[in-house]
């Protein structure tokens, strides 16, 4: 970090920034100032290098605008900081030509007095790639010329300009230039890298802290974020570095006049002691989400903020698909408790959310306790599992049973004596409530995600308030109707119609279970769901036997009821049989030419084809997610959709989250999300190889909504 006089580099810094910036004075008007101050040819000498010495057509030609400082002097990165001007350059090029954006090197800090500016001293290269169009003919020679500005500051600062061009030949393959080989490979070292590591934020009132899944950060020293935006941060205040074992956190401080941004863009730089050059320089380019207030870790305002969130969620996930199937048994409940006293309906409202809390509260306890223990897993985590799959195609298929009228226990117990019909009553809210959470847990209502999201960065005991007032939301709606006589009065009275809507709503409960069974052959073979299937036909039997012994003699009774209890039995034991089978199968079928051709995800591959600036969309996804199918079967398969991506040449891979894969979990979670549907477009990098950050799409999709998306990067 270099220091200079304040007074004349900010003041100065200033007025040309308020001049220049306005586009006040000409060209013209800009050297005359510079040459009444200082000859610019003193203190910065400019040229435009090509790597190759020549053109090749189709392919992007590698320049570079080098800049040889005097010392003493610098210039300015594309953020200047808090007094300076970029360089800027303004192409004058063959119609078969066009230049992408420089690629701006890590920048140095420069400080006069409590004034912080970003920029470069001694030598530095600006890179641009140059594209080329496979018109042009070999034999002939091409001018490139630009007209270059820039601000030189010492203890002054002096605005300069000059006019560069470059001719080269038009060839059939890339000649590298000898003796620019190195000069372009060591410019190449100081670019920032894409951020490998997951990378999240945290905001309050005033600070940003940025962490860094890095690895053993205890090996770097110089570390220093750069904010690519100016007016971010403060740039003169200290950056509050913690380098642990686990990672790297960054506390900056908010320019509290400014709007925080929604996205932190930045370099962060570094020296890494445990390079095979101990010491070696680094750079890594940050594009996150700031997360705020929700994400403002510890503090009351984003718990506060994070148990808002996870309300809306919980309560518009009565409206996710996950949940329809359920919403008929609610149904079925509310028009039978249609006249019950006030008291009992409101009692069993409360068994209903309490069956929802109790089983969000295991949920929850089951995954914070399993992530503690390093596990990578996330929201919907147990219907990974297929044992857990299993067991509630069973659950569905005994409630489908139940409401068909194959079966009834409720009805037989409630002649014991109304205090048993009314505690059996409740005890089938509950496990209402409880069932309704199961089958919920595939989903991520708009806002929820964002919750789940701060849950799982939180200590316990805060993720599972937040997770628990998701299910405090699932459960609203159902508890204002319990408690509120106006709706209560809006219920229809009880009718035989009711039977027969009963029957009906059956099938929705029928169509989950084979949603569920679709679920488990994503997640096991062919043995598993012949086994699952064995087990359908054993709650059956038993269902049929239930029934058809229960008005017999006492003997025939005992005897139903035992038998009935065995193979209930034995179909919870072959679960233990499907849950050791479990190897995903790979189906393969002709593919279809007017849908998306889809390709498994690897993170290796995406990289890749990032490396070769191919666009990527990337779909994270799991079999048992609803919400994930729907978008695949409407927006995704839209035709259109499918023939813009073959037409931008966009490389679709998905990312299959039906079984536990940390991998996956990890970009999720580097993503801000903790669960699925996430979609990601990797746009095409710029010509100069430069790669952009992902775009998130929303987790409802609609062709237009990936249409625009694709189509604007």
Known sequence: MREHSFWSHWLFGFFARLVLGSGVLTAGSVIALSQDIVSPSNHVM????????????????????RQQIKPGWHTYWSNPGESGLPTTISWSLPKEFAATPVSWPTPERFKAGPVVSYGYEGEVLLPIAIDVLSAMRPGSVVTLSAHVGWLACSDICVPEEADVSLSVPVGDTPRLDPLLTDVFAAARA?????????????SSSDQIVLQIAIGDATRLTGITFFPQDPDVIDDDAAQSITAGSDGLSIALRRNESKTLPAVLKGVLAYRDLATQAAGAPGAILISVPVHSPLAANGTGLGLAAAIVFALIGGMVLNLMPCVLPVLSIKVIALLEHAELTPN????????????????????????????????GIGWGFQLQSPLFVGFMIYVLFAVGLNLSGVFSIGNRLASAGSHLSQRSGYSAAFITGALATMVATPCTAPFMATAVGYALTQPWYKSLVVLEAIGFGLALPYLLV???PTARRLLPKPGRWMVQLKEMLAFPVYGTAVWLMYVLSQLADAYAITVTLSGLVLIGFAAWLYNVTWFGEDKWRRWGVGFSTLAVAAAVGLLLLVEDSGQLQNLSSEPDKNA?????????KLEALRAKGNPVFVDFTAAWCITCKVNERIALADATVANAFRSAGIVAMKADWTRQDPGITKVLEASGHAGVPLYLFYPPATANGDKRPPVVLPQILTSTAVLRDIGNN
């Open 46 to 65: 400019v040229t435009l290098i090509g790597e190759t010495t020549n053109v090749v057509p189709g392919r992007p030609f590698q320049v570079a605008l």
């Open 482 to 484: 319990t408690f509120s």
């Open 190 to 202: 100081k670019l920032p890298i894409t951020n490998p590591f997951p990378t999240t934020t945290t």
């Open 344 to 375: 009992q309906m409101r009692l069993q409202g409360l068994a209903y959310s309490a069956g929802v809390l109790v089983s969000f509260a295991v949920a929850g306890g089951a995954l914070v306790g399993l992530r503690a223990a390093g596990a």
């Open 596 to 604: 998306i051709e889809w390709h498994s995800f690897d993170p290796e």
